[in-house]
């Protein structure tokens, strides 16, 4: 009898202990710390970050003055005019191009100034350089900012933004005190610019040259090698898992699903992530916009890019390296141009130079003239089966090469440069009685 008490006795001493041990399991709460989220993309910066107004700018300046035109490419020149617009309220935005009966005219008619961009930029990207009055706006693109200067004595000035490649007009309104300021402070004194004639290329596109020759610089540089592993770090959502290898031309990282290549030879830095979404259905806003911020989350402005180009059906977007002059810098290889391509959420490739140029060599410039835009025309017109209407563009440039005699050395090498047939070429001071090379 007193055996099976004790039995009892512990079955109910072992049943209080289960219930005891259950209860502290249900009702136990860790005192663990806040676990730190750990983002596997690591902050890399190899340069600073830049606003819109510095990647997004125009390259040239067009006075058409009391029926002579007036010009410049100078980057100074242009940011003190952008200063200024940017201290004007624009308002009363809307479509334009139903009304204007010859938009040749309304660019380059007498009393008006031309602001020139490179490429296409989205509206709705420049309102963070001007002040556009209105929480909604058209969504267009524009190339040139056309100021009236004619109506000053007006009670409202009249801006133009358009497209020369969609042929859109868009009309916008400023204050006449805004006006009369920009016609005393720049466009009364446009007669202090170099002087420009009218090529009439095809019945919609006029082009601007130059009626003198042009005095620039020829540059040196010793150019900086950018850290590849930086690359890396910001390219590829977790580098621990990044694979490095060596190959004939450079160096190459992956991963399961992407791929870095950096070619020593050619300074190209070439990613590619080939499993992104294709169906980019974004806005044009959205493509530069995403572009830019892409390159700042990892300082990549290591040089002054400037955004030139977007292809919304490519999905892709260019920038190009300019001097410190604000003249545009070519190479055949691509050593000059940021290229992104976008899948729906993320970068499907991105190429870019794997160096950076830092101060010129002082001892190495060399101030040289280069020919007036009527000799540069004149060598395009002479040229076999030469199609005006195919000419889009002409610009003076710098061509980007190695030095021929020291070859850790870049130049830039001032020349005339020309868009014919969606390509870019250059005529060297040799083919001036020589031959044609092509860039693209």
Known sequence: MRYENIKSGI????????????????TYQPNYETMKSNDYVKEVSLSEKQEVQKIVRPDQLLYHFKGKHYGTNNTDEMDKVIKELSGWTFFDVKKFTNEVKDIKELIHDRGKTEIIFPGDVPIELYRSVLNIEGKKIPAFNFNRIIINTENSAKENGIVYFVSTESEQVYISHISSANLNEFNRNFYLKAAKYPRYFAYQASEKRTIFLPEAVTEMMTYK???????????????FSDPSFVQKSFVPSGEEYTNDSSKMTVNFESNLLRYVNPTVEENFINTSYELVKRSIDFVNQHGGWTDPYRYVDKNEYTHTVTFRLYSMEGYPVFNGNGMTEISEVWGRDEINKYIRPNIALELPLTTEMVKVTRPSGHDALKFLQNKKNFKPSLLEDMILGYRMERDSKENKLIVLEPAWFYRYDKSWGQITMEDLGGSQHGLE
């Open 11 to 26: 079955l109910i001493v072992l049943v209080m202990v289960s219930i005891l041990l259950t209860w502290n399991l249900w």
């Open 221 to 235: 540089y010793l150019p900086v090698t950018l850290d590849s592993e930086e690359f890396k770090e910001a390219l």
